[in-house]
T-cell receptor, first 112, second 111 residues
Framework: NAGVTQTPKFQVLKTGQSMTLQCAQD?????MYWYRQDPGMGLRLIYYSASEGTTDKGEVPNGYNVSRLNKREFSLRLESAAPSQTSVYFC???????????FGSGTRLTVV | GQQVMQIPQYQHVQEGEDFTTYCNSS?????IQWYKQRPGGHPVFLIQLVKSGEVKKQKRLTFQFGEAKKNSSLHITATQTTDVGTYFC???????????FGKGTKLSVKP
């Protein structure tokens, strides 16, 4: 039982490049989330999906897009990466909104 | 908007000493959750408190939810090096009821 799987674990991008961070959960959870974590800033919500078929903006959505592909998968896309998007990205899921999150192991992204 | 604040931001203790982190919300919470993140790792769910005045224990960890459901604390008795990490509290909030995380308390333990 893998829980929440994120790929890739590490990535270096050049400014202006695009990429998609993948996230999949095998716990039949309804809700999924994308957070970024920066030193001194804690965990900031980028986008979330309360249930399959819905997505909503979080605290810091600018520069990102998401797709809830199905109940298992929730991807995060950076269309034109900027150095300010250098961060650690965590995907999480929960059975219901705001109920006991399970986090993936994270993606460390560097934009140069 | 709703805020969840944690103090202290950092705590350095000698192994065997006790440790407490405090969490305060600007609004009443339906529940409070605690997570632990080891260095280089990801946050891991520890516990959820729901009732006013609730106290729960997990071995050397004691979690409390305030009577007004606006504050909470995590107390670790006789810290060990395995307790090192950042402890986050979180409560439902936001425009759609998703979790609002505090900025965490980073605990270091000197052997």
């Amino acid at each position: 039982n893998a829980g929440v799987t994120q790929t890739p674990k590490f990535q270096v991008l050049k400014t202006g490049q695009s990429m998609t961070l993948q996230c999949a959960q095998d716990m039949n959870h309804n809700s999924m989330y994308w957070y970024r974590q920066d030193p001194g800033m804690g965990l900031r919500l980028i986008y979330y999906s309360a249930s399959e078929g819905t997505t909503d903006k979080g605290e810091v959505p600018n520069g990102y897009n998401v797709s809830r592909l199905n109940k298992r998968e929730f991807s995060l896309r950076l269309e034109s990466a900027a150095p300010s998007q250098t961060s650690v990205y965590f995907c999480a899921s929960s059975e219901y909104l705001a109920y006991g999150y399970t986090f993936g192991s994270g993606t460390r992204l560097t934009v140069v | 908007g709703q805020q969840v604040m944690q103090i202290p931001q950092y705590q350095h203790v000698q192994e065997g000493e006790d440790f407490t982190t405090y969490c305060n919300s600007s609004t009443t919470l339906s529940n409070i959750q605690w997570y632990k993140q080891r260095p280089g790792g990801h946050p891991v769910f520890l516990i959820q408190l729901v009732k006013s005045g609730e106290v729960k224990k997990q071995k050397r960890l004691t979690f409390q939810f305030g009577e007004a459901k606006k504050n909470s604390s995590l107390h670790i008795t006789a810290t060990q090096t395995t307790d090192v990490g950042t402890y986050f509290c979180a409560g439902p909030g936001g425009s759609q009821g998703n979790l609002i995380f505090g900025k965490g308390t980073k605990l270091s333990v000197k052997p």
